[in-house]
Every structure is written in C-alpha cells, then in structure tokens.
C-alpha cells in the first residue's frame, strides 16, 4: 500500500526566509515519482515540483527545492525567500509506476507573515 | 494553453435536485479525475477514467456517477445532493502509467447545498 504523511498541520515563516514542508512517503514500489502541489485559498491546485525514486538530484524549480532522502523516504519541500503569495496549503503527493491513482498528504497550511 | 476547464466554478443546488458538473480538458490526457475536497482537507479520489475504462473508489457514494462521452469532457453527476455533498470538486488529468507524469488540475467547482 502506498501512503503519504505530511506531520505539520500549520506553518509560519517570516517573509523572505526559507522554510521547510516535511514529507514522508512509503510504498514497496521501487520506481515512483512524489509531487507537490500548492492550493491557495481560491482552491485551484497548482504543481509545483516533481522528483523521481531514480532521479540522482535534488529537484528544483525557482524558489521551490525538494530535499530528496531516499533512505529516510522523506521528500521535504523547501520554499526559499518566501513571499507573501506563498500563504496557502501545500499536499504532497506520490504516484507509482503502475497505477494512474495519486495518494495525497494531509496538507501543510503554511501563512507567510509580513 | 492548454488547459483543464472545470464549469461553473460556483454551482447552488438544492437538497435532492441533481446537479451535473462539467470538466474539459485540452491536454488530450486519456486519465481523467475526479476529487471531492471538504474545507482544510485532502483531496479524496471519487473516480477515474482510464480512456473509456472507469474506475470506481470502493467508497465512493452510489449517488455520485460519472460519464466521459470522449477524451474531452468528463461529467461528474450527483443524482440527489445531501448537505454532506457541499465541497470543492476538483477534476485533474494525467498521461497514463508513467510515475513521472504529474496531474492537472482545473479551478475547481465549489458546491452549495441549499
């Protein structure tokens, strides 16, 4: 069975530090791909960054970086220099190579303060 | 660009009248979604299409159906809405099978219940 745990419910940072979303994930899926998505309070999801179970390297995207742990099965979102744009909820998610389902976190609600 | 377009993006219904809500997409994805979000929760997966195949989430309410008359559009019908239907309803589209292939998601139809 595939599961994603996102542990912190609520998050704060000041504006322009960096701040960390925990993800762990676990599958017995040796090729899978974890995903993160952030949905503001106007409810659309938008994706943010992708990282492969084969991808060598830490993906990033702009401000948006994963920190990638194979071993510890954790794939954290690192959002540097936040703005205040960035207030809005963060879901982790995993898909495995064959299937077409997505196994969701429960979400991180991250308030970026001025 | 291409897109995931979900209609209306506010649908008022009342108790026991059925109410269809509609996605199209122009990714020519051959998966297709179908999410119900309450507030401060995680996306929870109603159905998917697979091309024409339908997959059905064991609990899934009787009442929700949906139909894909093509790779476009995907229709989400909910036969006799409860208070307890009042959500977002969030279609999504993805490629299939690859882990690497992230979903789509449209704006969303956010739901009431009168």
């Known amino acids: 069975a595939q599961k994603i745990t996102q542990t912190q419910p609520g998050m704060f940072v000041q504006e322009k530090e960096a701040v960390t979303l925990d993800c762990t994930y676990d599958t017995s899926d040796p090729s899978y791909g974890l995903f993160w998505y952030k949905q503001p309070s106007s409810g659309e999801m938008i994706f943010l960054i992708y990282q492969g179970s084969y991808d060598q390297q830490n993906a990033t995207e702009g401000r948006y970086s994963l920190n990638f742990q194979k071993a510890r099965k954790s794939a954290n979102l690192v959002i540097s220099a936040s703005q205040l744009g960035d207030s809005a909820m963060y879901f982790c998610?995993?898909?495995?190579?064959?299937?077409?389902?997505?196994?969701f976190g429960t979400g991180t609600s991250l308030t970026v303060i001025p | 660009d291409a897109m995931v377009i979900q209609n209306p993006r506010y649908q008022v219904t009342q108790f026991g009248k059925p109410v269809t809500l509609s996605c199209s997409q122009t990714?020519?994805?051959?998966?297709m979604y179908w999410y119900q979000q309450k507030s401060s929760q995680a996306p929870k997966l109603l159905f998917h299409y697979y091309d024409k195949d339908f997959n059905n989430e064991a609990d899934t309410p009787d009442n929700f159906q949906s139909r894909r008359p093509n790779t476009s559009f995907c229709f989400l019908d909910i036969r006799s809405p409860g208070l307890g239907d009042a959500a977002m309803y969030l279609c999504?589209?993805?490629?299939?099978?690859?882990?690497?292939?992230?979903?789509?998601f449209g704006d969303g139809t956010r739901l009431s219940i009168l």
């Open positions: 990714l020519n994805h051959n998966v």
């Open positions: 998610a995993m898909r495995v190579s064959h299937g077409n389902q997505f196994y």
């Open positions: 999504a589209t993805s490629r299939e099978g690859n882990s690497n292939q992230p979903q789509h």
